[in-house]
């Protein structure tokens, strides 16, 4: 019923930019909040940034100063600008969202992605 897809990753030089979209489609009657979280090798998913409907932002400290998180909401759109990006930040970049659907309004249904690989290297 909801898809949630990410688009924009890939291999970057240490210093550089990129920038991560998320597009959900399906029957969506709201988004709530819309967050990108990440995972590397070996480690634990963590949360990256997160915004609300309303555009409140919140955002990891590995990252702050470095990314904005930002979203259109007639495109059902979020989008994460990572700039001077570190090896560090080397991960699958997972979109997440809180949405209600047409086919169950009373309910908010929790959807993922299904990742976008961000590779910082030299």
């Known amino acids: 019923q909801v898809q949630l897809v990410e688009s924009g990753g890939g291999l970057v030089q240490p210093g550089g930019s990129l920038r991560l979209s998320c597009a959900a489609s399906?029957?969506?009657?709201?988004?709530?909040?819309m967050t990108w979280y990440r995972q590397a090798p070996g480690k634990q998913r963590e949360l990256v940034a997160t915004?609300?409907?309303?555009?409140?932002?919140n955002y990891a400290d590995s990252v702050k100063g470095r990314f904005t998180i930002s979203r259109d909401n007639a495109k059902n759109t979020v989008y994460l600008q990572m700039n001077s990006l570190k090896p560090e930040d080397t991960a699958v970049y997972y979109c997440?969202?809180?949405?209600?659907?047409?086919?169950?309004?009373?309910?908010?249904?929790?959807?993922w992605g299904q990742g976008t690989q961000v590779t910082v290297s030299s």
């Open positions: 997440n969202a809180d949405i209600i659907t047409f086919q169950d309004p009373l309910r908010r249904r929790n959807y």
């Open positions: 915004i609300t409907s309303g555009g409140s932002t």
């Open positions: 399906g029957s969506i009657f709201s988004i709530y909040d």
